[in-house]
């Protein structure tokens, strides 16, 4: 099973990013998916979820500003990034986990970088 996260970058406080994670080598839509990020100096936190059956969760700190989303024909999930903030700073990761095997795969990572 592979990840490929991609859209990270550099933006301005305020501004907008839409992160993809393309996933292969598995029945995408038997697999909940997550987006979660670490910032330097801080531990790993999950910042938004999405289930198979697509029922959606997302941390305090994004609420109202980030919104998950998934393409099973895509076989892909996205994280649509509003209003940033320079905390959002950090390396973004897309996770899976089998609903039926249960288990846990992660992607390489994508970069966000918010300037003041």
């Known amino acids: 099973v592979q990840l490929q996260a991609s859209g990270g970058g550099l933006v301005q406080a305020g501004g907008s990013l839409r992160l993809s994670c393309a996933a292969s080598?598995?029945?995408?839509?038997?697999?909940?998916m997550g987006w979660y990020r670490q910032a330097p100096g801080n531990k790993r936190e999950l910042v938004a979820s999405i289930t198979a059956g697509f029922t959606t969760t997302y941390a305090d700190s994004v609420k109202g500003r980030f919104t998950i989303s998934r393409d099973n024909a895509k076989r892909t999930v996205y994280l649509q990034i509003n209003s940033l903030k320079p905390e959002d700073t950090a390396v973004y990761y897309c996770?899976?986990?089998?609903?039926?095997?249960?288990?846990?795969?992660w992607g390489q990572g994508t970069l966000v970088t918010v300037s003041s």
């Open positions: 080598g598995t029945v995408f839509s038997i697999n909940d």
């Open positions: 996770n899976a986990q089998n609903r039926v095997s249960k288990s846990i795969y």
